[in-house]
T-cell receptor, first 120, second 113 residues
């Protein structure tokens, strides 16, 4: 399977603990996004990487959240001192570099299966 | 402030019928409008997408209709099948925003046999 993979798929943690999620994008996709999805809602943008550079962070990403993408390959999202309000599905998506000559849209984002976080 | 508004919240359609989901947006800078399909416990899957330079795009049983002047776009699912039962999300992005997607709240579609 060459799609976006995320690990773990499920994480249950106690309030105040730190958690880390991993995303492996589709090979050769240089763009990587993190989104958060709560029950009954659409995904909300958290942060964006182009190669190893983090180019944008949403105001939803408080100081307790940090994301990295070393070497422009996989990415990690860490949440420190988790709170019950952090319970959500954390989704990763990747996108290929633009190929405007072939009219391939730069924004086709392919999502992973997500990591379901439950904070008790 | 939700930049993309989606309706209805849910709909039930009989097998073979047409499912229609509507979305409206405010930001005229949006220039890419995809639809995603999501099954319970899974990530969203890209279904079909459109740019504002065309008014309609069809892929199999799925059609996007786009009305630039009204700032609205819709998804039509023809000949709906029970396997189409899922939550559908519309989204939008703009060229100068790294492609980050603004999603609607979703429509739960149930196709009855």
């Amino acid at each position: 399977d060459t799609g976006v993979s995320q690990n773990p798929r499920h994480k249950i943690t106690k309030r105040g603990q730190n958690v880390t999620f991993r995303c492996d994008p589709i090979s050769e996709h240089n763009r990587l996004y993190w989104y958060r999805q709560t029950l009954g809602q659409g995904p909300e943008f958290l942060t964006y990487f182009q190669n190893e550079a983090q180019l944008e962070k949403s105001r939803l990403l408080s100081d307790r959240f940090s994301a990295e993408r070393p070497k422009g390959s996989f990415s990690t999202l860490e949440i420190q001192r988790t709170e019950q309000g952090d319970s959500a599905m954390y989704l990763c998506a990747s996108s290929p570099p633009p190929d405007r000559g072939a009219r391939k849209w730069a924004y086709e984002q392919y999502f992973g299966p997500g990591t379901r976080l439950t904070v008790t | 402030q939700q930049q993309v508004k989606q309706s209805p919240q849910s709909l039930i359609v009989q097998k073979g019928g047409i499912s229609i989901i509507n979305c409206a947006y405010e930001n005229t800078a949006f220039d890419y409008f995809p639809w995603y399909q999501q099954f319970p416990g899974k990530g969203p899957a890209l279904l079909i997408a459109i740019r504002p330079d065309v008014s309609e795009k069809k892929e199999g049983r799925f059609t996007i209709s786009f009305n630039k002047s009204a700032k609205q776009f819709s998804l039509h699912i023809m000949d709906s099948q029970p396997g189409d039962s899922a939550t559908y999300f519309c989204a939008a992005s703009k060229d100068d925003s790294w492609g980050k997607l603004q999603f609607g709240a979703g429509t739960q579609v149930v196709v009855t046999p």
